[in-house]
């Protein structure tokens, strides 16, 4: 019995091979968006995150203005000046007693200037950084030093040279000894850095580096820090070092509110900033599935109205079955097989021409250098094929109870 079902199922089928294709058309190209949407989405996904992680696990960054709430950032990632953030501030940090878990701090304040040595000019990123730089972000020096303490105490006029800058402006030619002019004022080049590329979408060799004082005194104007960045002993030890600098930095700016409700800075880790972009990335991921799956309504109707189409065409047929003792559970058993078919084979091809459209997209992305995984989960798969398959059974069932009360004597007497 069920061989026989079977066997019209695939006759139906292939008796109208056109329109059996054009009616699954829609659930292949359903199936198949949403496993490209997936693929896509989780290697945006992995990149992104990858970018985070490489900042350190262990990083805790704190900016100048407070959060409106806890869901929102300070004004200051909008690119407004905040000034709340100084040295003074750094310098309460960096003492052991304060926030015993801070192994090293920096600050920093950025400006855009135009580089020029001879005749040569460049416009780069000019960060004003403070002694711990290094061994915060990591990074060599691959000619030269970088600043001294003392140099970073004094605000003195050197300069260490991100590797493009130097390769722009000065060549193959030796950079470190000369003197490089940033606005109206001469640096001493004492270092070169080594080549880093962009991390955590920032571009390490694009930019000079001077003591945060220099470029407070002699480039910025201001006595304000734009950023303040502290590495932690140990990443175990990460949320404790979060309170112990928010309850230092209240204290020195005698904000007596411990809600945070007042602050004027906001603390930030990397694990809030990886769990955000998560949040982020997978809402506009689910986002994207459920437009794609639209497709697979469309495709489900498509179905629906085949088969309705089917049932009108078979009308003698289905009396002439009922005629001779086929029950209504086995004329909707015989319908719904063919659209269960019909979805399932849909579903099948989409999930084959997704992968290989998310594979071909994979490496095209690599092929234009970018550090981009092919990924395509099981979930997914299992998802797509699923969710076609119950396509099938939704829209296809009510043709198929149509075609079980269909009276004998009328549908034998249909033309």
């Known amino acids: 019995m069920k061989y ?121 990123t000019v960060s004003g950084v403070s002694l711990d730089y290094l061994e915060v972000e990591g990074g060599e020096v691959l000619k030269g030093r970088f600043f001294s303490a003392s140099e970073d105490s004094a605000g003195a006029k050197v300069v260490v040279l991100g590797s493009t800058v130097k390769k722009e402006i000065f060549g193959d030619s030796e950079a470190v000894g000369k003197r490089l002019r940033i606005k109206k004022h001469s640096f001493d080049i004492i270092g070169v850095m080594k080549e880093r590329g962009t991390v955590g979408f920032q571009d390490y060799d694009d930019q000079v580096f001077v003591p945060v004082k220099a470029l407070q005194t002699f480039i910025a104007g201001a006595k304000h820090l734009s950023l303040i960045r502290a590495k ?26 411990s809600t945070g409700k007042n602050d004027d800075f906001t603390v930030g880790s990397a694990q809030e900033a990886l769990s955000a972009l998560t949040s982020i990335t997978d809402a506009l991921t689910y986002f994207l599935i459920a437009m794609a799956s639209l497709s697979l309504l469309v495709g489900g109707v498509g179905i629906m109205n085949i088969m309705l189409v089917s049932v009108k065409e078979r009308t003698r ?38 992968i290989l459209f998310s594979w071909l997209v994979a490496q095209v992305i690599i092929y234009l250098n970018f550090d981009w995984h092919f990924i395509v989960t099981w979930q997914s798969m299992v998802l797509a094929v699923s969710v076609s398959t119950l396509i099938g059974l939704v829209f296809g069932l009510y043709p198929a109870i149509k075609a079980s009360k269909l009276d004998p004597i009328e549908a034998l007497r249909y033309e």
């Open 317 to 354: 047929e289905i009396g002439l079955r009922k005629a001779i003792g086929a029950s209504r559970s086995r004329i909707i058993r015989q319908f719904l097989s063919e659209s269960l078919f019909l979805t399932l084979i849909g579903g099948l091809i989409g999930l084959v021409l997704g």
């Open 4 to 124: 026989s079902a079977l066997h019209n199922t695939f006759r139906s089928l292939l008796a109208n091979k056109t329109r059996s294709f054009l009616t699954v058309l829609g659930i292949i190209i359903g199936v198949s968006a949403v496993i490209i949407i997936m693929s896509i989405g989780a290697g945006a996904q992995e990149v992104i995150l990858s970018q985070v992680k490489t900042l350190g696990t262990d990083i805790v960054s704190v900016l100048p203005g407070g959060r409106q709430d806890d869901n929102s950032p300070p004004a200051s990632v909008m690119g407004i000046v905040i000034t709340t953030l100084n040295l003074d501030d750094l310098k309460a940090l960096k003492k052991s007693s304060n926030v015993p878990d801070l192994k090293a701090a920096y600050g920093l304040l950025r400006s855009n200037s135009s580089l020029s040595w001879e005749s040569q000019v460049y416009d780069a």
């Open 232 to 257: 932690v002993v140990d990443s175990n030890y990460l949320d404790r070092a979060v309170i112990d600098i928010e309850t230092t930095l209240r204290e020195k700016h005698d904000i007596y509110d």
